[in-house]
């Protein structure tokens, strides 16, 4: 079974700075797709950012981006000039070919101070 | 087109009693998934659908729980006999069927209470 291991529970980050959040996963599939989701409090959940497992090029989405390390199964999210409205449970999300059911990490909560 | 909507956003229930969630899916979404979150926990899958027909139980969907999507539009999952480990959030999301790379889009959820 995949799983996914987000070992950052909290991170906080100045207004305007970087922050980077980490996650690895496990899988013995060859393809796959590999997404960011954001939850804001008492909000939905939507999508930042996703990868396929087979394209070697780190997605970008405006001030959020990926570092893809397939080998190492590492998947992070860096963001960029960060606002505050980016403060949010930060979920890392795996899903496996054909459509399954999403598989989530514990998340990382990120605080931005301003 | 309004996202994926849940009724109610909220239920406060007495231990023992049966409760029944709904779930409007984002129109001609075929693919309808389930998932519980617990404070502090990532969304853990329960169960999904394709069209009417439900495709996979996860383990912790005991047998006090069960789901339809009986037109393959909205969905219900019902609770019978809660108990206070019932307690959490309950999402609903939707995705089109083509693509397996496509994002799942979540509605709000409903939390539920058991007291």
């Known amino acids: 079974a995949q799983t996914v291991t987000q070992s950052q529970p909290e991170m906080s980050v100045q207004e305007a700075e970087t922050v980077t959040l980490s996650c690895t996963y496990d899988?013995?599939?060859?393809?796959?797709?590999l997404f960011w989701y954001k939850q804001p409090p008492s909000r939905q959940m939507i999508l930042v950012i996703r990868?396929?497992?087979?394209?070697?090029q780190n997605a970008t989405e405006n001030r959020f981006s990926v570092n893809f390390q397939k080998a190492a199964k590492s998947f992070s999210l860096k963001i960029s000039d960060s606002q505050l409205g980016d403060a949010a449970m930060y979920f890392c999300?795996?899903?496996?070919?054909?459509?399954?059911?999403?598989?989530f990490g514990k998340g990382t909560r990120l605080s931005v101070i301003a | 087109d309004t996202g994926v909507s849940q009724d109610p956003r909220h239920k406060i229930t007495k231990r023992g009693q049966n409760v029944t969630f709904r779930c409007d899916p984002i129109?001609?979404?075929?693919?309808l998934y389930w998932y519980r979150q617990t404070l502090g926990q990532g969304p853990e899958f329960l169960t999904y659908?394709?069209?009417?027909?439900?495709?996979?139980k996860s383990r912790l969907l005991s047998d006090r729980f069960s789901a339809e999507r009986p037109k393959g539009s909205f969905s219900t999952l019902e609770i019978q006999r809660t108990e206070q480990g019932d307690s959490a959030m309950y999402l609903c999301?939707?995705?089109?069927?083509?693509?397996?790379?496509?994002?799942?889009?979540f509605g709000q959820g409903t939390r539920l209470t058991v007291v």
């Open positions: 999301a939707s995705s089109p069927g083509r693509g397996w790379g496509t994002e799942a889009f």
């Open positions: 899988t013995s599939e060859s393809d796959y797709y």
């Open positions: 990868q396929e497992a087979y394209k070697q």
């Open positions: 999300a795996y899903r496996g070919e054909g459509n399954t059911p999403l598989v």
């Open positions: 129109s001609e979404h075929n693919r």
């Open positions: 659908f394709q069209n009417e027909a439900q495709l996979e």
